[in-house]
């Protein structure tokens, strides 16, 4: 009888100390915020320039975003005349809506045969390093233009 209570003892204490183990609480994975407004202060380098799918890339085209709303490219006005590689400089305003994910640009220059100075665009991807801008242009014949930009 002895045996059997120190059985049924020993039994109980390894029950009772075998603990079911619990989970260690997981950490969250940290992304980075992207904020478009901000982030895109700087300059970016053309990657990869797409009209109605044929690619008409120059990587030696930039343009450059400033805190104070206004951009800058070079060698190229940009968007407003429809043939690709266009070899002259531009600049004016810009504005980015978060909720529309539309980026505008407004060209302070005079263009020469076509009347609308603002674009629109739809930014399709945005990280700390790309960004992919989307746009029909209406001064083209409604070409479809997707350029990449890399920093």
Not at 67 to 72: A, L, P, R
Not at 77 to 89: F, I, K, L, R, V
Request: overall charge negative; hydrophobic content about 30%; some cysteine.
């Amino acid at each position: 009888m002895r045996k059997l209570s120190l059985l049924l003892f020993v039994g109980a204490l390894l029950l009772s100390s075998c603990k079911k183990e619990e989970k260690e609480p997981s950490t969250p994975t940290t992304t980075n915020t992207v904020n478009v407004s901000e982030d895109i202060i700087g300059t970016w380098n053309e990657a990869q320039h797409m009209i109605n799918g044929d690619d008409y890339s120059q990587t030696s085209l930039t343009i450059s975003f400033f805190s104070n709303g206004t951009y800058t490219t070079n060698q190229f006005t940009y968007p407003w005349h429809c043939e690709p590689g266009a070899s002259s400089a531009d600049s004016g305003q810009w504005e980015y809506n978060s909720t529309t994910k539309v980026l505008t640009l407004t060209s302070t220059k005079p263009q020469e045969g076509h009347p609308n100075n603002v674009l629109s665009s739809e930014v399709t991807s945005f990280t700390q390093n790309e960004m992919v801008i989307e746009f029909v242009s209406p001064s083209c014949q409604s070409q479809n233009v997707e350029i990449t930009f890399h920093r």
